[in-house]
């Protein structure tokens, strides 16, 4: 007679549980969309000495990043170029010679702002609400709104504007070594000539390719600033809280980033792209 009750019971709780998970998505959602909003009214607000912050946050997200963009990029685009010859070698003769166009197209669209937005997120990202979590559990938020100071216009504005500014330019930086880790592959171990190479390069390229990169890096920067200031911001439960904070901050950053760029894939490809 019970095994009726127990299923219901089971049931209610699978619902009960579904619809607090539904519940909690939709307040985090909206408190992220809430935060965005006051920054990019901070953004046009903001006076001008905010900016000088902002060119401080600049150097953590460009400067100090292109190292390891360089290195990572570099080695992953000798690896798209080998996978890419290995792949079209099984389908057609003398495929090395498209090896150049295909490469350059993955690199532009896909791998350049991914893999720049997937490094910021996990290095500046994770610092970045690091950092807030640790001023918002050690008490300075309360004081800065104790000093009638809007913590969004002060902590985070600077941070966004960095993001948007830094995270188009590195992936421009990424594309440029990207490409030449695949030019290196290209002319060394396919023993495609130089000029070869590049005119290959150039043939399927057009701007809109490149733009849909810069404009995947743009979105992929509101990402970065918007969860890792959110989840900063309201940190609590002391070191523990601050590393559950960054944690989730870099995890979340990740899970948007890879969803928006299959979107915006997909609607590129729906135009026309």
């Known amino acids: 007679m019970r095994g009726p009750e127990l299923k219901a019971a089971d049931r209610d709780r699978f619902f009960a549980r579904l619809g607090r998970s539904g519940l909690g998505l939709l307040e985090y959602s909206g408190g992220a969309t809430l935060l965005l909003g006051q920054t990019l009214r ?14 401080q946050q600049l150097e953590r997200v460009g400067w100090q990043s292109l190292p390891v963009v360089a290195f990572m990029s570099f080695f992953i685009g000798m690896a798209v170029a080998f996978q890419i010859s290995y792949q079209m070698h099984k389908l057609a003769f003398a495929a090395d010679l498209y090896l150049p166009s295909f490469a350059a197209l993955m690199i532009l669209r896909e791998i350049g702002p991914v893999l720049t937005g997937l490094i910021i997120a996990g290095r500046v990202g994770a610092a970045s609400a690091a950092e807030l979590g640790t001023m918002r559990i050690s008490g300075q938020i309360d004081a800065l709104r104790a000093l009638a100071s809007n913590p969004v216009r002060y902590l985070v504005v600077p941070r966004l504007a960095a993001l948007c500014l830094g995270l188009p330019l590195l992936t421009l930086y990424a594309d440029a070594i990207g490409l030449a880790g695949g030019y290196l592959v290209g002319t060394t171990q396919l023993a495609l000539s130089p000029t070869l190479y590049w005119q290959m390069s150039a043939r ?26 959110f989840e900063g911001l309201r940190a609590r439960g002391g070191a523990k809280g601050v590393g559950r904070a960054t944690t989730r901050a870099v995890v979340i950053s990740f899970v948007l980033i890879i969803a928006a760029d299959a979107l915006f894939t997909a609607a590129f490809y729906a135009i026309g792209g």
């Open 42 to 55: 901070g953004v046009l607000s903001s006076p001008a000495r905010r900016w000088g912050q902002a060119l």
């Open 204 to 229: 399927l390229i057009t701007s809109p390719d490149l733009f849909t990169g810069l404009i995947k890096a743009l979105v992929f920067a509101v990402i970065i600033a918007t969860i890792s200031s």
